[in-house]
């Protein structure tokens, strides 16, 4: 079953017949950053996958929860963001590469004056990572490191000589989540999506600066001590989201909330 739910400020009609899957403009509709309103520079939205019993990854991955769908809308979601923020061990857990251009968002990515595909912004307080990785050597878009000012001097140095744009969002040794917004932001990414992992999207969640969540919902048990989607700190008020859209395919809930 391929279907689009009529919630919220969705247009209700069907996307799929339950004989074809979703062609990417369609995803790309239903996934559009809001234009932004007066006063807001930035829209920060995450994209996420759980399990039905709060699992965020199995065996320290994601992969093992998703899906065919799930890596379309995953794609859709990179397809239309300017910068894909993720943390440091993200990063090593998962084999990031550069993002990578894509003849279907194309025009799509021209008409908003974005370039070929988004940047990749890691944060990391560290900076504990290979340079001569293909993130660092082989983006299409330079790669962006986000961390704080009392990063290992000798680490800064590594990445700056290894040609990387250290970015500093913070007053001590980790990323003030507001401040790493506004500082992608002040360099035209304001279309920001947080790919993981849940300590960092915990860590913009207390901080207040998550716009929206793109949840994919997994018809998987993992049982285990697994993280959930967001961990860290908690917030004194629960923050509030409100429904956007809900497609479903094949038992997968591909779900979007945002902020109230």
């Not at 309103?37 to 699992?55: H, T």
């Not at 239309?80 to 084999?95: F, I, K, M, N, S």
Request: with cysteine; glycine share 10%.
């Amino acid at each position: 079953m391929r279907r689009l739910l009529p919630v919220t400020d969705m247009t209700a009609h069907e996307t799929a017949s339950g004989d074809r899957e979703w062609s990417l403009d369609e995803l790309a509709d239903a996934y559009a950053y809001p234009e932004l309103p007066a006063g807001k520079n930035a829209w920060l939205r995450a994209n996420m996958v759980s399990s039905l019993d709060g699992a965020g990854q199995h065996e320290g991955r994601s992969q093992p929860l998703s899906s065919e769908a799930d890596m379309r809308i995953f794609g859709t979601l990179r397809g239309l963001a300017d910068v894909v923020v993720v943390g440091a061990e993200t990063v090593r857990l998962e084999g990031y590469r550069p993002a990578r251009a894509r003849e279907a968002f194309a025009a799509r990515r021209a008409a908003a004056g974005q370039g070929p595909a988004p940047a990749i912004a890691v944060v990391s307080a560290s900076l504990d990572l290979d340079f001569s990785l293909p993130l660092f050597t082989e983006p299409l878009v330079p790669t962006l490191l986000l961390t704080g000012a009392a990063a290992p001097v000798e680490r800064v140095r590594a990445a700056r000589d290894a040609g990387v744009a250290v970015l500093v969002a913070g007053d001590g040794a980790g990323v003030d989540p507001a401040r790493a917004v506004a500082a992608l932001a002040e360099r035209g990414l304001r279309r920001q999506l947080i790919e993981g992992g849940p300590r960092l999207l915990g860590q913009f969640v207390a901080a207040e600066a998550l716009d929206e969540l793109c949840l994919t919902v997994s018809p998987t048990m993992t049982a285990g001590g697994a993280q959930r989607i967001a961990g860290g700190p908690s917030v004194a008020v629960p923050t509030r989201f409100q429904v956007a859209s809900v497609l479903e395919q094949d038992g997968f809930l591909f779900t979007r909330y945002r902020r109230i």
